[in-house]
């Protein structure tokens, strides 16, 4: 049978490792996709050294390959928004099928492009959007196809987990662990993207898509970075049992739909706080299965190329055996009569437990307002930690409350910053018992 012929934009650390999968891997992926799929093209804009492109056409135009008509599938893996939005629908309305890494762009402008593939009855395929070489967007828009889905936990952001991972194991501020990240190559020179959640919220974005059945919605997720957590807060987490964690969350709940990135107090004996370094991990709560966990390398050169090659079988399949119905975008059937509508909740309204800690003038009646504020609220306290004053004659205090509504959480911490005895804002951080996976 006639290959498959890709063209491969970007050559970068992803596009290196997928170029060097599926020509190392060449005769094992023909033998599984049932014809042989060979690289016709390559853009880059500055050549991988350790890629050999020997015999193969390359340009700096990613355009020429989304133009070329000796290309089946386009590869985009040049990352950003604006250049590859318009690259992926140049591809597709030359009739391409289209491979992605690029979770942005699937979170931020998947909707349109799914709408465009449809009507040009082409793939689109994002499996190394998320979680790089963990396969969790098959497992759940088809191996838990019979499930509702309940929630979605998931570390999905390596970066973040290596950092908070080395702050509570050795004890360490978040500068000088973001620094080392930075020098080995974890954290970009620019880190905002990771450590102040926003590749996580364009990761969950598109798993709570799928799991749900609702449109993309990644301006509606709440998302909150992991750069004012300390090492004391580590620490006190550890005293009261828990680890910290930078946690994307989706929820289904009778309002609508909690979607929210933030650092998270979870047991110490869940999976999910076992997951360290670099590593990625998701938890799925399905209704008929229970509790599943993915687990692996979430970034990486072959890892996520990996994945890419993935979907390329998966392409490669379609062309072979040209059948007229495919596994959905995102897991539901259509592009809009079976989309749902459940509301994304403002996260005001969510319902969580808290971690306080704030600093108190070492004076009696302190910690009594401070209780009185959170009783008139509504919030219950679990646990109270209060240490020894510091040399400036400040007590710090550490709370652990119940579950409660975050509109009465803010208004209590914004009482409670208010009072004269308390030396500058609090430190609030969510917690997730995530008792279902006992």
Same mark, same amino acid.
């Given at each position: 049978?006639?290959?498959?012929?890709?063209?491969?934009?970007?050559?970068?650390?992803?596009?290196?490792?997928?170029?060097?999968?599926?020509?190392?891997?060449?005769?094992?992926?023909?033998?599984?996709?049932?014809?042989?799929?060979?690289?016709?093209?390559?853009?880059?804009?500055?050549?991988?050294?350790?890629?050999?492109?020997?015999?193969?056409?390359?340009?700096?135009?990613?355009?020429?390959?989304?133009?070329?008509?000796?290309?089946?599938?386009?590869?985009?893996?040049?990352?950003?928004?604006?250049?590859?939005?318009?690259?992926?629908?140049?591809?597709?309305?030359?009739?391409?099928?289209?491979?992605?890494?690029?979770?942005?762009?699937?979170?931020?402008?998947?909707?349109?492009?799914?709408?465009?593939?449809?009507?040009?009855?082409?793939?689109?395929?994002?499996?190394?959007?998320?979680?790089?070489?963990?396969?969790?967007?098959?497992?759940?828009?088809?191996?838990?196809?019979?499930?509702?889905?309940?929630?979605?936990?998931?570390?999905?952001?390596?970066?973040?987990?290596?950092?908070?991972?080395?702050?509570?194991?050795?004890?360490?501020?978040?500068?000088?662990?973001?620094?080392?990240?930075?020098?080995?190559?974890?954290?970009?020179?620019?880190?905002?993207?990771?450590?102040?959640?926003?590749?996580?919220?364009?990761?969950?974005?598109?798993?709570?898509?799928?799991?749900?059945?609702?449109?993309?919605?990644?301006?509606?997720?709440?998302?909150?970075?992991?750069?004012?957590?300390?090492?004391?807060?580590?620490?006190?987490?550890?005293?009261?049992?828990?680890?910290?964690?930078?946690?994307?969350?989706?929820?289904?709940?009778?309002?609508?739909?909690?979607?929210?990135?933030?650092?998270?107090?979870?047991?110490?004996?869940?999976?999910?706080?076992?997951?360290?370094?670099?590593?990625?991990?998701?938890?799925?709560?399905?209704?008929?299965?229970?509790?599943?966990?993915?687990?692996?390398?979430?970034?990486?050169?072959?890892?996520?190329?990996?994945?890419?090659?993935?979907?390329?079988?998966?392409?490669?399949? =379609? %062309?072979? $055996? *040209?059948?007229?119905? @495919?596994?959905?975008?995102?897991?539901?059937? &259509?592009?809009?009569?079976? !989309?749902?509508?459940?509301?994304?909740?403002?996260?005001? =309204? %969510?319902? $969580? *437990?808290?971690?306080? @800690?704030?600093?108190?003038?070492?004076?009696? &009646?302190?910690?009594?307002? !401070?209780?009185?504020?959170?009783?008139?609220?509504?919030?219950? %306290?679990?646990?109270?930690?209060?240490?020894?004053?510091?040399?400036?004659?400040?007590?710090?205090?550490?709370?652990?409350?119940?579950?409660?509504?975050?509109?009465?959480?803010?208004?209590?911490?914004?009482?409670?910053?208010?009072?004269?005895?308390?030396?500058?804002?609090?430190?609030?951080?969510?917690?997730?018992?995530?008792?279902?996976?006992?």
């Amino acid at each position: 049978m006639k290959p498959v012929r890709v063209g491969l934009c970007g050559l970068g650390t992803v596009g290196g490792g997928t170029f060097n999968v599926l020509t190392r891997n060449a005769d094992d992926i023909a033998r599984r996709a049932g014809r042989p799929i060979v690289i016709e093209q390559v853009a880059y804009r500055s050549l991988n050294p350790d890629c050999d492109i020997t015999g193969i056409k390359t340009t700096q135009d990613v355009f020429e390959v989304a133009n070329n008509p000796d290309v089946d599938v386009l590869v985009e893996l040049i990352g950003g928004y604006d250049v590859a939005r318009e690259l992926v629908l140049t591809a597709i309305e030359n009739g391409k099928h289209v491979v992605t890494a690029n979770k942005a762009l699937i979170a931020v402008y998947g909707n349109e492009i799914f709408q465009a593939a449809h009507k040009k009855g082409v793939i689109v395929a994002f499996e190394a959007a998320v979680a790089g070489g963990i396969p969790v967007i098959k497992s759940l828009r088809e191996g838990l196809g019979a499930n509702r889905i309940e929630w979605v936990a998931g570390i999905i952001n390596g970066t973040g987990n290596y950092i908070l991972t080395h702050m509570r194991d050795e004890g360490r501020a978040f500068e000088d662990v973001l620094a080392e990240a930075q020098a080995l190559g974890y954290a970009e020179s620019d880190p905002t993207f990771d450590v102040e959640g926003i590749d996580a919220a364009h990761k969950l974005t598109i798993l709570a898509s799928i799991a749900y059945g609702v449109p993309l919605q990644f301006e509606k997720a709440y998302t909150e970075g992991i750069s004012r957590v300390t090492a004391e807060d580590v620490e006190q987490a550890d005293n009261l049992g828990y680890v910290i964690k930078h946690l994307g969350i989706s929820k289904r709940t009778e309002a609508g739909l909690e979607l929210r990135v933030h650092p998270t107090l979870i047991p110490k004996e869940r999976l999910l706080a076992n997951v360290h370094g670099v590593k990625n991990a998701i938890a799925v709560m399905g209704d008929a299965v229970g509790p599943t966990l993915y687990y692996g390398a979430g970034a990486g050169a072959e890892p996520t190329a990996s994945a890419v090659v993935a979907d390329l079988l998966d392409v490669a399949r =379609d %062309i072979t $055996t *040209a059948h007229h119905y @495919r596994v959905p975008y995102l897991a539901f059937s &259509g592009i809009d009569e079976d !989309v749902s509508q459940l509301p994304i909740m403002p996260m005001e =309204d %969510i319902v $969580t *437990a808290y971690y306080l @800690r704030l600093l108190a003038v070492d004076r009696p &009646g302190v910690l009594a307002r !401070v209780a009185t504020i959170l009783s008139e609220q509504g919030i219950s %306290i679990e646990a109270l930690i209060q240490k020894e004053a510091t040399e400036g004659e400040l007590v710090p205090i550490i709370l652990l409350t119940h579950r409660t509504r975050e509109k009465q959480m803010n208004e209590a911490i914004r009482l409670i910053e208010s009072l004269a005895d308390i030396a500058g804002p609090l430190t609030r951080i969510r917690v997730e018992s995530l008792d279902e996976q006992e």
